[in-house]
């Protein structure tokens, strides 16, 4: 074991093995079919507000739950590693990995079931990112990218929000919207055509990325 462990944050990585790519017609579509008959469904599926399903909710919970009980072991095993008790170090650190996975494990069922709730209905070229981690998100972008582009697609409308329930984060995204523009050349314009949309299209080279530096003095948030 080595000097220090680190402590992954509660948003699953899309090179973790549990972190699999996903479609609505597949795990997610399973997901919304498949959830607890007791959870209602309350949100039509143009609806962006994820805090009424109960189901989604409830895995996220789960998931910071066990994201505190990994931390909470983490934690101990670098007090009993400091204190040369190794095995006892490796023990609780498996336990930790153990939580880690689960948490994964529940952010991935999260992800993917309201994934396939927003998306349910819509065209190829448009996606709903509501509810959502940045990871998560620009899994599901990089995907719809690839899959306009082999359908001769003319652009992609990205629904992420106007941030009214998760000010500040601007900061999480920006490099990820960033990092696509310039690993696909391709235009990427706020507010297109409703606010709280971004319009990706393609053909036209990267265009003016300005807009970012403004929505996070203004302290909007997408996504």
Not at 100 to 127: H, S
Request: charged letters at 25%; one cysteine or more; aromatic letters at 8%.
């Amino acid at each position: 074991m080595g000097s220090s462990l680190s402590i992954p944050n509660t948003e699953f990585s899309s090179s973790s093995p549990v972190s699999r790519p996903f479609t609505s017609e597949s795990f997610g579509a399973r997901a919304v079919r498949d959830r607890p008959r007791h959870y209602k469904n309350t949100t039509t599926w143009y609806d962006t507000d994820t805090e009424d399903d109960e189901y989604y909710s409830s895995l996220r919970d789960k998931a910071s739950e066990q994201a505190k009980a990994r931390n909470e072991l983490y934690a101990q095993s670098q007090i009993a590693y400091q204190r040369k008790e190794g095995k006892k170090a490796k023990e609780l650190s498996l336990k930790g990995h153990d939580h880690d996975d689960r948490m994964k494990e529940y952010n991935r069922t999260a992800a993917e079931y309201m994934y396939a709730k927003k998306n349910q209905g819509r065209p190829i070229n448009e996606i709903d990112l509501h509810g959502l981690f940045v990871a998560e998100a620009r899994q599901k972008v990089e995907e719809a990218i690839q899959r306009c582009q082999n359908s001769k697609q003319t652009h992609l409308i990205i629904i992420v929000g106007r941030g009214l329930h998760s000010p500040g984060q601007i900061s999480k995204l920006k490099p990820a919207i960033i990092q696509l523009v310039n690993k696909y050349n391709i235009s990427c314009q706020p507010d297109i055509p409703n606010p709280g949309c971004l319009y990706i299209e393609f053909g036209k080279g990267k265009g003016d990325l300005s807009w970012l530096d403004r929505m996070a003095y203004s302290g909007c948030f997408i996504m």
